[in-house]
Protein backbone atom coordinates (compact mmCIF):
# COMPACT_ATOMS: atom_id res chain seq x y z
CA UNK A 1 0.00 0.00 0.00
CA UNK A 2 1.32 3.58 -0.90
CA UNK A 3 0.35 4.69 2.65
CA UNK A 4 -1.21 8.73 2.80
CA UNK A 5 -0.17 10.51 0.24
CA UNK A 6 -0.41 14.48 -0.05
CA UNK A 7 0.31 17.44 -2.42
CA UNK A 8 2.33 19.54 -2.75
CA UNK A 9 4.95 18.88 -0.60
CA UNK A 10 6.00 22.51 -0.77
CA UNK A 11 3.81 25.38 -2.10
CA UNK A 12 5.30 28.68 -1.55
CA UNK A 13 2.50 31.58 -2.09
CA UNK A 14 1.84 34.90 -1.67
CA UNK A 15 -0.31 36.74 1.13
CA UNK A 16 -3.97 36.86 -0.34
CA UNK A 17 -3.72 33.97 -2.81
CA UNK A 18 -6.02 30.82 -2.64
CA UNK A 19 -3.97 27.33 -1.06
CA UNK A 20 -5.15 24.07 -2.10
CA UNK A 21 -3.57 20.97 -0.04
CA UNK A 22 -4.58 17.44 -1.12
CA UNK A 23 -4.62 14.39 0.43
CA UNK A 24 -5.56 10.67 -0.61
CA UNK A 25 -5.94 8.39 2.30
CA UNK A 26 -5.46 4.49 2.49
CA UNK A 27 -7.71 2.73 0.65
CA UNK A 28 -10.68 1.32 3.02
CA UNK A 29 -9.75 3.92 5.50
CA UNK A 30 -13.03 5.57 7.22
CA UNK A 31 -11.76 7.97 9.23
CA UNK A 32 -9.31 11.35 7.48
CA UNK A 33 -7.84 13.82 10.02
CA UNK A 34 -6.11 17.23 8.93
CA UNK A 35 -3.24 18.53 11.40
CA UNK A 36 -1.37 21.39 11.45
CA UNK A 37 2.26 21.77 12.52
CA UNK A 38 4.06 25.24 14.10
CA UNK A 39 6.59 25.73 16.44
CA UNK A 40 4.77 27.72 18.20
CA UNK A 41 1.80 25.45 18.81
CA UNK A 42 2.97 22.04 17.47
CA UNK A 43 0.70 19.85 16.33
CA UNK A 44 -3.29 20.54 15.98
CA UNK A 45 -6.63 19.07 14.66
CA UNK A 46 -7.66 20.85 12.40
CA UNK A 47 -10.62 18.55 10.95
CA UNK A 48 -12.18 15.00 11.00
CA UNK A 49 -14.14 13.27 8.80
CA UNK A 50 -16.12 9.99 8.95
CA UNK A 51 -17.20 7.81 5.84
CA UNK A 52 -16.66 11.49 4.11
CA UNK A 53 -19.00 13.13 6.24
CA UNK A 54 -17.22 16.33 8.90
CA UNK A 55 -17.45 15.39 12.51
CA UNK A 56 -15.73 17.84 14.17
CA UNK A 57 -14.22 21.01 12.70
CA UNK A 58 -13.68 23.04 15.21
CA UNK A 59 -9.83 23.13 15.57
CA UNK A 60 -10.28 25.12 11.80
CA UNK A 61 -8.92 28.35 12.70
CA UNK A 62 -11.15 30.82 10.97
CA UNK A 63 -13.74 30.81 7.97
CA UNK A 64 -10.63 31.60 5.80
CA UNK A 65 -10.14 27.97 5.96
CA UNK A 66 -12.00 25.09 4.72
CA UNK A 67 -12.31 21.43 4.17
CA UNK A 68 -13.73 19.09 1.90
CA UNK A 69 -14.13 15.34 1.17
CA UNK A 70 -16.24 14.58 -2.04
CA UNK A 71 -15.38 10.75 -2.02
CA UNK A 72 -13.68 8.11 -0.20
CA UNK A 73 -10.20 8.53 -2.13
CA UNK A 74 -10.03 12.37 -1.70
CA UNK A 75 -10.12 15.35 0.50
CA UNK A 76 -8.96 19.04 0.33
CA UNK A 77 -7.89 21.98 2.91
CA UNK A 78 -8.40 25.19 1.02
CA UNK A 79 -7.57 28.51 2.47
CA UNK A 80 -8.80 31.34 1.12
CA UNK A 81 -7.17 33.75 1.40
CA UNK A 82 -4.24 32.83 2.96
CA UNK A 83 -2.25 34.78 5.58
CA UNK A 84 1.80 34.38 6.73
CA UNK A 85 0.31 32.97 9.72
CA UNK A 86 -1.11 30.43 7.83
CA UNK A 87 2.59 29.14 7.18
CA UNK A 88 3.50 25.36 8.73
CA UNK A 89 3.30 21.93 7.69
CA UNK A 90 -0.19 20.44 7.23
CA UNK A 91 -0.28 16.55 7.96
CA UNK A 92 -3.30 14.63 6.39
CA UNK A 93 -3.87 10.94 8.25
CA UNK A 94 -6.63 8.19 7.58
CA UNK A 95 -7.74 5.21 10.19
CA UNK A 96 -9.93 2.43 10.36
CA UNK A 97 -12.70 2.76 12.83
CA UNK A 98 -11.97 -0.86 13.83
CA UNK A 99 -8.41 0.14 14.08
CA UNK A 100 -7.78 0.52 18.15
CA UNK A 101 -5.04 2.86 17.93
CA UNK A 102 -3.11 3.66 14.86
CA UNK A 103 -3.26 6.70 13.01
CA UNK A 104 -1.35 6.78 9.20
CA UNK A 105 0.00 10.14 8.43
CA UNK A 106 1.25 11.45 5.42
CA UNK A 107 4.20 13.30 5.06
CA UNK A 108 2.87 16.57 4.81
CA UNK A 109 2.58 20.04 3.00
CA UNK A 110 4.64 22.41 3.81
CA UNK A 111 2.96 26.02 3.36
CA UNK A 112 4.99 29.51 3.55
CA UNK A 113 2.95 32.62 2.51
CA UNK A 114 5.08 35.39 2.32
CA UNK B 1 -8.55 14.46 26.86
CA UNK B 2 -6.50 13.83 29.76
CA UNK B 3 -3.11 16.00 29.99
CA UNK B 4 0.31 13.82 29.82
CA UNK B 5 3.99 15.21 30.85
CA UNK B 6 7.05 14.01 29.45
CA UNK B 7 10.64 15.60 29.84
CA UNK B 8 11.49 18.00 26.84
CA UNK B 9 14.67 15.78 25.79
CA UNK B 10 16.47 12.79 26.56
CA UNK B 11 19.91 11.91 25.26
CA UNK B 12 21.14 8.32 24.59
CA UNK B 13 24.27 6.86 23.13
CA UNK B 14 23.68 3.90 20.02
CA UNK B 15 22.61 0.48 20.77
CA UNK B 16 21.77 1.43 24.16
CA UNK B 17 18.05 0.76 26.11
CA UNK B 18 16.33 3.85 26.41
CA UNK B 19 13.51 4.82 28.70
CA UNK B 20 11.29 7.16 27.81
CA UNK B 21 9.15 8.34 30.70
CA UNK B 22 5.45 9.65 30.62
CA UNK B 23 3.44 10.79 33.59
CA UNK B 24 -0.55 10.70 33.04
CA UNK B 25 -1.78 11.43 36.59
CA UNK B 26 -5.57 12.24 35.26
CA UNK B 27 -5.78 9.16 33.49
CA UNK B 28 -8.99 7.35 33.34
CA UNK B 29 -9.92 3.68 33.17
CA UNK B 30 -10.79 3.82 29.95
CA UNK B 31 -8.15 5.56 28.41
CA UNK B 32 -5.65 4.06 26.11
CA UNK B 33 -1.97 5.54 26.36
CA UNK B 34 -0.46 5.82 22.70
CA UNK B 35 2.96 6.44 21.86
CA UNK B 36 3.93 7.66 18.34
CA UNK B 37 7.58 9.18 17.16
CA UNK B 38 8.53 11.97 14.56
CA UNK B 39 11.44 11.78 12.74
CA UNK B 40 13.19 15.33 11.14
CA UNK B 41 10.69 16.23 8.33
CA UNK B 42 8.12 13.57 8.06
CA UNK B 43 4.74 12.53 9.73
CA UNK B 44 4.24 11.00 12.88
CA UNK B 45 4.23 7.41 13.19
CA UNK B 46 2.73 5.23 15.51
CA UNK B 47 4.80 3.27 17.93
CA UNK B 48 3.00 1.08 20.37
CA UNK B 49 -0.21 1.94 22.53
CA UNK B 50 -1.45 0.17 25.72
CA UNK B 51 -4.47 -0.20 28.40
CA UNK B 52 -3.41 -1.68 30.99
CA UNK B 53 -0.78 -4.63 30.56
CA UNK B 54 2.55 -4.24 29.04
CA UNK B 55 3.09 -4.45 25.61
CA UNK B 56 5.73 -5.60 23.14
CA UNK B 57 6.07 -4.97 19.48
CA UNK B 58 8.91 -5.28 16.80
CA UNK B 59 9.07 -1.36 17.30
CA UNK B 60 9.41 -1.01 21.53
CA UNK B 61 7.89 -1.96 24.18
CA UNK B 62 5.50 -0.34 26.82
CA UNK B 63 5.71 -0.45 30.42
CA UNK B 64 2.55 0.56 32.14
CA UNK B 65 2.81 1.23 35.97
CA UNK B 66 -0.20 -0.76 38.20
CA UNK B 67 -1.84 2.25 38.73
CA UNK B 68 -1.32 3.77 35.40
CA UNK B 69 -0.26 6.75 36.27
CA UNK B 70 2.81 6.53 34.74
CA UNK B 71 3.93 4.75 31.78
CA UNK B 72 7.74 3.99 30.08
CA UNK B 73 8.49 3.50 26.65
CA UNK B 74 11.58 1.18 25.89
CA UNK B 75 13.46 1.19 23.17
CA UNK B 76 16.18 -1.55 23.44
CA UNK B 77 18.97 -0.72 20.95
CA UNK B 78 18.71 2.80 19.83
CA UNK B 79 20.43 3.55 16.70
CA UNK B 80 20.68 6.88 14.92
CA UNK B 81 17.56 6.43 13.13
CA UNK B 82 15.40 6.18 16.17
CA UNK B 83 16.12 9.98 17.12
CA UNK B 84 12.76 11.18 16.80
CA UNK B 85 10.17 13.58 19.02
CA UNK B 86 8.45 11.36 21.09
CA UNK B 87 4.91 11.94 21.64
CA UNK B 88 2.59 9.75 24.74
CA UNK B 89 -0.86 10.42 24.22
CA UNK B 90 -3.78 9.28 26.02
CA UNK B 91 -6.82 8.68 23.93
CA UNK B 92 -10.50 7.54 25.45
CA UNK B 93 -11.99 4.56 24.66
CA UNK B 94 -14.93 6.21 23.45
CA UNK B 95 -13.19 8.25 21.12
CA UNK B 96 -14.22 8.14 17.51
CA UNK B 97 -11.42 6.55 15.00
CA UNK B 98 -8.15 7.27 16.43
CA UNK B 99 -8.76 11.31 17.50
CA UNK B 100 -5.37 12.35 19.03
CA UNK B 101 -4.35 15.44 20.57
CA UNK B 102 -0.52 15.72 20.80
CA UNK B 103 1.46 17.24 23.17
CA UNK B 104 5.22 18.71 23.21
CA UNK B 105 6.80 15.84 23.33
CA UNK B 106 10.42 14.52 24.13
CA UNK B 107 13.01 15.01 21.67
CA UNK B 108 15.32 12.04 21.73
CA UNK B 109 18.89 12.62 20.32
CA UNK B 110 20.85 9.46 20.01
CA UNK B 111 24.58 9.76 20.04
CA UNK B 112 26.66 7.32 18.03
Known amino acids: DAGVIQSPRHEVTEMGQEVTLRCKPI?????LFWYRQTMMRGLELLIY????????DSGMPEDRFSAKMPNASFSTLKIQPSEPRDSAVYFC????????????FGEGSRLTVL | DAKTTQPNSMESNEEEPVHLPCNHS???????IHWYRQLPSQGPEYVIH???SNVNNRMASLAIAEDRKSSTLILHRATLRDAAVYYC?????????????FGEGTQLTVNP
Open chain 1, 93 to 104: ASTLMANTGELF
Open chain 1, 27 to 31: SGHDY
Open chain 1, 49 to 56: FNNNVPID
Open chain 2, 26 to 32: TISGTDY
Open chain 2, 50 to 52: GLT
Open chain 2, 89 to 101: ILRARETSGSRLT
